[in-house]
């Protein structure tokens, strides 16, 4: 008898739901709808009872539940948070010349696969922050720096201080935007991401040059310049990164690095660094900061003990991109002119790294020969001794910047 009134409770319960048009609660009796999808109904995501999708979210489904209300956002799937197509593309003209299964087993931690990867869990919905950016925007892809967090080395001994998504970092100068409390969305907002374009907002849809200033007021700089060439405060740099691959456990216990989750390599790199940008031409033939994505060299540490390659170059690339560290202020005029190492033309007698002597082929990573950039290229030599003729024009610019400097100093000296 007990049992016929429980089973005849819960019909009544799903015909009274039913009735009202959706009988969900029923059974999900912990679920509990909140943030700013608080007053829609299960099916309005789930689309029918009979054929309930459970993440309505996922690229997989083409994001069903979602695109009915947020047209078009699904396309955010087509694009590279999702694709990753750039890396998969550098893979295969690198690592995977030695290695076939390379990506599969070193880069599928991070990419874009449902909605809900950005804003919250599937019942609370939130609007993502910078903090939620960076859980994959993060180590040495642009985002983290946002923030004022540079790679730590990886040696195990680097392994220290604060920690943020298994990660562990340098102390940097943060974005005077993030110091301002923008979000990430202030400049890349959801149509921009979905549509395949890095931003919404340019430099100058927010701010308008002051002629005033000195640098703003040389031509060349207005039109030649991407502003964050020179308001770009510091760049994380990798210059050297090497994938060590091991076919046995025991051989990686002579390496002190910090471990890789698929167990068979171990990475590193020569050098990095947290200075002011190289700087190359982007596609618009504008003064860009550019990086190493990257100097990419592979050892098999089973065939090197029998006399095989060891640290073999597999590519040598560059990307021009946008440090998210900008600041009111620049570096000096002599931080790029007369400054031939910024633009990968580094004289000799001024090399302190010998990468070719360690048998890393290349004669510096701040010389152009056996490098490129695959989306725009380096500054040409002419070009450069173009740009550092001590032209009567410079030569005012330059005493102005000083007179200016000079003038702010006694100021500031003033009791």
């Not at 959801?190 to 907002?201: D, I």
């Not at 640290?311 to 900008?326: D, F, K, Q, S, V």
Request: aromatic share 8%.
């Amino acid at each position: 008898m007990t049992n016929f009134i429980v089973i005849f409770s819960l019909l009544l319960a799903l015909a009274a739901t039913s009735f009202a048009g959706e009988s969900c609660t029923v059974c999900h009796v912990s679920v509990r709808l909140s943030g700013v999808h608080k007053g829609v109904p299960c099916l309005g995501c789930h689309i029918s009872e009979s054929a309930t999708v459970a993440n309505p979210g996922a690229s997989a489904y083409g994001a069903i539940g979602c695109k009915a209300c947020h047209k078009g956002h699904e396309r955010i799937f087509d694009h590279a948070m999702a694709k990753r197509s750039g890396e998969k593309q550098f893979v295969s003209r690198s690592y995977a010349k030695v290695d076939a299964a390379f990506w599969e087993k070193n880069c599928t931690g991070c990419h874009l696969q449902s909605c809900t990867d950005c804003h919250g869990s599937g019942h609370n919905i939130l609007k993502p922050l910078a903090v939620d950016c960076q859980r994959c925007h993060k180590g040495y892809f642009v985002g983290w720096d946002y923030a004022g967090r540079a790679p730590r080395e990886d040696n195990n001994r680097y392994q220290r201080g604060a920690e943020i998504e298994g990660e562990r970092f340098l102390k940097m100068l943060p974005d005077v935007h993030f110091s301002k409390g923008m979000e990430c969305s202030a400049c890349h907002s959801m149509q921009s991401l979905a549509s395949g374009e890095k931003s919404s907002q340019k430099c100058r849809g927010c701010h308008k040059p002051d002629l005033k200033i000195v640098e703003h007021g040389i031509k060349a700089h207005m039109e030649r310049l991407e502003c964050y060439a020179c308001h770009a405060a510091w760049g994380a740099q990798e210059y050297g990164t090497f994938y060590l691959r091991f076919r046995d456990g025991a051989s990686k216990e002579d390496f002190d690095l910090k471990g890789e989750k698929n167990g068979e390599y171990l990475r590193s790199a020569y050098l990095k660094s947290q200075d002011a940008p190289m700087l190359g031409l982007n596609s618009r033939g504008k003064v860009s900061p550019i990086r190493p994505m990257f100097i990419a060299y592979y050892t098999d540490i089973l065939t090197a003990k029998s006399g095989g390659d060891e640290n073999r170059l597999l590519g040598a690339e560059w990307r021009t991109y946008m440090p998210h560290t900008i600041q009111r202020g620049t570096i000096a005029c002599e931080g790029c002119h007369d400054s031939p190492r910024r633009f990968l033309l580094e004289a000799e007698s001024a090399r302190i790294f010998l990468p070719k002597k360690d048998g890393m082929v290349l004669e510096s990573f701040w010389q152009q020969q056996g490098q490129k950039v695959v989306n725009g290229s380096f500054m040409p030599l002419d070009r450069y001794r173009k740009m550092n003729e001590r032209t009567m024009a410079k030569k005012r610019a330059e005493t102005k910047k000083w007179q200016n400097l000079l003038k702010n100093v006694e100021t500031s000296s003033k009791p």
